[in-house]
């Protein structure tokens, strides 16, 4: 019903940038909530950012500052601003979205289990 492809990601080095595009298509709506999560080798995934249809938005701790969440929704097009990238950093990140249709607000959440569609994920490596 709904695809999210990322693109953006790739190889820089310690104190660069990056920024990750996710493209949504398929039957999507103005009530939303999207973000983006990583996943480091052997460890879990961890939400990054997220924000919703009113545009308030969360950082993890580990990135506020440092990385910005924006959509374009003309573009249907999420984005994260990676800068002062760091080696921890490293990780595969992916686009996550959930969309309503009911007229109810929700809230933009960090979590995995807020979330419906997946992208495939694109790979961040920073290396120091």
């Known amino acids: 019903q709904v695809q999210l492809v990322e693109s953006g990601g790739g190889s820089v080095q310690s104190g660069g940038s990056l920024r990750l595009s996710c493209a949504a298509s398929?039957?999507?709506?103005?009530?939303?909530?999207m973000g983006w999560f990583r996943q480091a080798q052997a460890k879990e995934r961890e939400g990054v950012a997220a924000i919703d249809s009113r545009g308030a938005t969360s950082y993890a701790y580990s990135v506020q500052g440092r990385f910005a969440i924006s959509h374009d929704g003309a573009k249907e097009t999420l984005y994260l601003q990676m800068n002062s990238l760091k080696p921890e950093d490293t990780a595969i990140y992916y686009c996550a979205a959930s969309y309503f249709f009911n007229g109810y607000y929700y809230a933009q959440s960090l979590h995995t289990s807020a979330y419906t569609y997946w992208g495939q994920g694109t790979q961040v490596t920073v290396s120091s």
């Open positions: 398929g039957y999507t709506s103005v009530s939303y909530r």
